[in-house]
C-alpha cells in the first residue's frame, strides 16, 4: 500500500473540505455550528446526519455512522483507503506522492499505459462493426448478445493479422517499449506482434473505469480458448475481477462470482448486474475480499462440471479464511450459467439461485449423498463432523450441524464431537461461552444500544482529555485505559499518552487523520469528538467520570457472572461445586465493591 504522509493527508483535505464534497451526495443544510441532511447510508425521513465544519467529521445519530472526508468517500463509493485518497486528489487535481516500491513505475508512465489500453479498446470495438470483424459479431449474436450488451462491455475483435494493433497505436506516438509493457503486444524475432489476434475481445476495467487488461476469445476450436493479459504495471490478475465496474455500480448489494467472461456477459444481459468472475486464475482470497467490499451477500455460481465443483469448493474455502459465507448456485448437466439459461431460460437460473445452498449446506449434501452401509455411514460420518469442525462458524451452527449428521447417519453426538476434537460437555460449555459472550463482542460496536451510557461516558473523557492534555497523566495513573470497554477507545488513550509524552499536538483533526485509514476504527474514534459538550470543571469532571466508569464495569462484570449462572440452570449443565461456589464468591465480592463505591 502507498505510503501517505500525515502533512500530504492534511494538505488534502483542506482542499478537500467535508461539507463540500458530502454536499455532492447529500443536501444539506446550516445550523448553528453544524450542517444536516437526510443520512445517505440508512432510510430516514427526519434528518439526523450532521457534518462539522470545523472538525471536518460528519456523524449520523440514526445509524451511528461516523468519519472524516476519507471515511465518507471510502463509504459511499465502496472504496480502500488508497483508492479514497486518489479519489479525492483526483477531484481536487492534486497530485499524489510517488509511490515507491511499486515497480519504480511513475505516474506518467501509468497513465502512458492507460492511454494505450483505452485507445486499443476503441479500435477492437470499432473493427467488429466493420468487415474484417463479421465473423466475431456473428459469433456474438449467435450467443444472444444485443448491440446494446457488446456496448455496455465494450466487446472488440483483434484482426487475424501480425502486428494492425501496434501499426495503429505506433502512429499515435506510443512507443514499441510501451505497447509490450502493456501486454498489447511482444517482441517477435522479425520484430513486435500484436498478443492478440483472431479473437473477441473483453475489455477489463476497474472500478476507475480505466481498461487495465484484455481477454480474448478463439471462435472455433483453437486452444488455448482463452487469452488473458498478464500482469503488467497497472494490472494484477490475483487482484482485479471482469465486471467489478459493473458490480461497483450496481444497488443490488449482492454479487454473483462466475468462471467466465460470457458467463458474467450472459447474466448481465439476463438482469444480473453484479456478476463478477476471476481473470484466467483460480478465485483468490484477494479477489474475494474485493467482492465482499460491494455486495454482502456472495453467490458462488460456476460450471456444474467436475472442474466446476472443484472450483466451489475452493471458493467455500476462501470466504471461510475471510471469515464471509457464500451461497452456492447449483447448476443441473454440468452446465454453465451462459448454457443454463439459453438452453433452460432465464427463469430457470432465477429458480436456481432462490435455492442457493450456504456453502456448508452444499458440502455437507455432498458427504452425506451415498449412505446405502453402515461403512458408507461412517465415512460420512467422519467427512461431515470434519467438514463441521472447518467451516461452522460457531458454537449453534456446530451444535445444529452435527445433529443433521447423527440423524443422516446414527452415530452420536458424542462420537461426532471427539472427531472434530471436542466432548459434547465441552461442546456445550463452549455453547454457553459463546452465548455469554455475544454481549462483549457487540460491545466491541459503538452502536450497543445497552452500552450506550457507558459509551458515551468514554467518549466524553477521550474529548476531554485531548481538549486539556493536562489531565492524562492523572487519567493513566487512575487506571483508567483498563476501565474502557472499546479496544479503539484504548488504543486512542494510549495515543493522547504517547503523543503527550513526546510533546506532539494533540487536536481533533490530527487524531481523525491518524485513523484515516482504517475506516472502522475512524468511525469509532469520530463518535468521540462528534460532540461539542464544554467541560467547565475538566478536573472534576474527570474524577467523577473515573469513579462512574468503575462502578459501570464492575456492574457488568457481575451482570456477566449472573447471565453465565443463569445459563448453567437453564440448560441443565452439570456444574462442579467448586465452580459454583467460585461463581457465587465472584459475584459477592462484587456486589461489595459496587456498594462501597456507592457510598463514596
Known amino acids: 500500500m502507498p505510503f501517505f504522509s500525515q502533512d500530504f493527508l492534511e494538505s488534502l483535505s483542506d482542499k478537500a473540505d467535508i461539507v463540500d464534497v458530502i454536499s455532492d451526495y447529500v443536501t444539506l443544510k446550516n445550523s448553528g455550528r453544524s450542517y444536516v441532511g437526510l443520512c445517505p447510508f440508512h432510510r430516514e425521513k427526519t434528518p439526523s446526519f450532521h457534518v462539522d465544519a470545523d472538525k471536518q467529521l460528519f456523524h449520523c445519530f440514526g445509524c451511528q455512522a461516523s468519519g472524516n472526508v476519507y471515511t465518507f468517500i471510502m463509504k459511499i463509493e465502496n472504496l480502500d483507503f488508497v483508492e479514497a485518497v486518489k479519489f479525492l486528489a483526483n477531484r481536487v487535481n492534486m497530485p499524489l506522492p510517488e509511490e515507491n516500491g511499486q515497480r519504480g513505475v511513475s505516474r506518467e508512465k501509468k497513465a502512458r499505459l492507460l492511454e494505450a489500453n483505452r485507445q486499443a479498446a476503441r479500435f477492437y470495438h470499432e473493427l467488429l462493426y466493420l468487415p474484417e470483424g463479421a465473423e466475431a459479431l456473428n459469433y456474438l449474436y449467435g450467443r444472444g448478445l444485443s448491440d446494446n450488451i457488446i456496448k455496455r462491455f465494450g466487446l472488440g475483435y483483434s484482426p487475424n493479422a501480425r502486428n494492425e494493433l501496434f501499426k495503429y497505436l505506433s502512429g499515435r506516438e506510443f512507443a514499441s517499449s510501451e505497447l509490450i509493457e502493456s501486454g498489447l503486444c511482444l517482441m517477435a524475432d522479425a520484430g513486435p506482434r500484436d498478443f492478440f489476434r483472431n479473437r473477441v475481445m473483453f475489455p477489463i476495467i476497474n472500478t476507475y473505469g480505466e481498461v487495465i487488461a484484455f481477454g480474448g476469445r478463439v471462435m472455433d476450436k483453437t486452444e488455448p480458448k482463452y487469452l488473458n493479459t498478464g500482469d503488467t504495471p497497472v494490472f494484477n490478475k490475483r487482484k482485479n475481477l471482469y465486471s467489478l465496474n459493473l458490480l461497483k455500480k450496481s444497488k443490488a448489494r449482492k454479487a454473483i462470482i462466475a468462471e467466465g467472461y460470457m458467463d458474467v456477459i450472459a447474466l ?333
Not at 553 to 571: K, T
Request: charged share 30%.
Open 268 to 600: 448481465n444481459a439476463n438482469g444480473y448486474d453484479y456478476a463478477v468472475a476471476s481473470l484466467g486464475t483460480a478465485l483468490t482470497r484477494d479477489q474475494i475480499k474485493l467482492v465482499s467490499r460491494y455486495a454482502p451477500e456472495i453467490y458462488v455460481s460456476y460450471d456444474g462440471d467436475k472442474a466446476g465443483i472443484s472450483a466451489t469448493h475452493r471458493a467455500i474455502e476462501l470466504a471461510r479464511a475471510e471469515k464471509l459465507k457464500v451461497r452456492v448456485i447449483s447448476l443441473s448437466g454440468g452446465k454453465d450459467p451462459d448454457e443454463y439459461m439459453r438452453e433452460l431460460g432465464p427463469q430457470a437460473y432465477a429458480d436456481s439461485m432462490s435455492s442457493a445452498k450456504w456453502g456448508i449446506d452444499y458440502l455437507l449434501d455432498e458427504a452425506l449423498d451415498c449412505l446405502d452401509s453402515e461403512e458408507a455411514k461412517a465415512k460420512a460420518a467422519f467427512e461431515g463432523s470434519r467438514l463441521v469442525g472447518q467451516y461452522a462458524f460457531d458454537s449453534i451452527e456446530t451444535e445444529m450441524y452435527l445433529k443433521r449428521i447423527s440423524q443422516k447417519t446414527g452415530f452420536s453426538i458424542e462420537a461426532l464431537y471427539k472427531n472434530i476434537g471436542g466432548r459434547q460437555s465441552e461442546a456445550a460449555l463452549n455453547l454457553a461461552g459463546a452465548i455469554n459472550a455475544r454481549p462483549a463482542l457487540i460491545d466491541n460496536a459503538a452502536k450497543r444500544s445497552t452500552k450506550e451510557p457507558q459509551l458515551q461516558a468514554e467518549r466524553a473523557l477521550l474529548r476531554l482529555l485531548t481538549q486539556e492534555p493536562v489531565l492524562i497523566e492523572h487519567a493513566a495513573q487512575s487506571g483508567l485505559e483498563e476501565l474502557l470497554s472499546l479496544p479503539e477507545h484504548k488504543e486512542l488513550f494510549r495515543l493522547l499518552k504517547q503523543r503527550r509524552e513526546r510533546g506532539e499536538p494533540i487536536g481533533i483533526r490530527e487524531i481523525s487523520l491518524y485513523y484515516a485509514s482504517d475506516a472502522a476504527k475512524s468511525e469509532i474514534i469520530s463518535a468521540v469528538y462528534i460532540d461539542n459538550t464544554e467541560f467547565m470543571q475538566p478536573a472534576q469532571y474527570l474524577n467523577d467520570a473515573l469513579k462512574r466508569l468503575k462502578r459501570a464495569g464492575l456492574e457488568h462484570e457481575r451482570q456477566r457472572l449472573r447471565e453465565q449462572l443463569a445459563q448453567y440452570a437453564s440448560s441443565s449443565l452439570y456444574l462442579e461445586d467448586e465452580e459454583f461456589k467460585k461463581l457465587l464468591k465472584d459475584i459477592g465480592d462484587l456486589d461489595k465493591k459496587i456498594s462501597a463505591l456507592k457510598a463514596d
